[in-house]
């Protein structure tokens, strides 16, 4: 019913930038959360940030506060990422999300098909 698609991954240097984005298609609803989320090789998958449907709830990892921005389009169902100053920690496939509460305990109902970021040292 709902689909996501995410973009925008790649391979990059450490301290350099990506934008990932998230289209969200289907029956979508209104006035959900969209999240991103990342799993690196050999451990679980982690909360990144989420952003309320107003963008006036947003809720970053400590792990990449500072240096991620998320962000929404609601007029394209498009939810963003941008990433600078990027780790070799940051390394992983990262999923967006959607549904789910406004808070750092963010579970979405719905989960896009993820997109790999590689961050060179």
């Known amino acids: 019913q709902v689909q996501l698609v995410e973009s925008g991954g790649g391979l990059v240097q450490a301290g350099g930038s990506l934008r990932l984005s998230c289209a969200a298609s289907?029956?979508?609803?209104?006035?959900?959360?969209m999240g991103w989320f990342r799993q690196a090789p050999g451990q679980e998958r982690e909360f990144v940030a989420v952003?309320?449907?107003?963008?006036?709830?947003?809720y970053y990892s400590d792990s990449v506060k500072g240096r991620f921005t998320i962000s929404r389009d609601n007029a394209k169902n498009t939810v963003y990422l941008e990433m600078n100053s990027l780790k070799p920690e940051d390394t992983g496939v990262y999923y967006c999300?959607?549904?789910?509460?406004?808070?750092?305990?963010?579970?979405?109902?719905?989960w896009g098909q993820g997109t790999q970021v590689t961050v060179s040292s």
């Open positions: 952003v309320s449907w107003s963008s006036v709830l947003i």
């Open positions: 289907g029956r979508t609803g209104s006035y959900y959360a």
């Open positions: 999300g959607l549904g789910g509460s406004n808070s750092p305990n963010n579970h979405p109902n719905y």
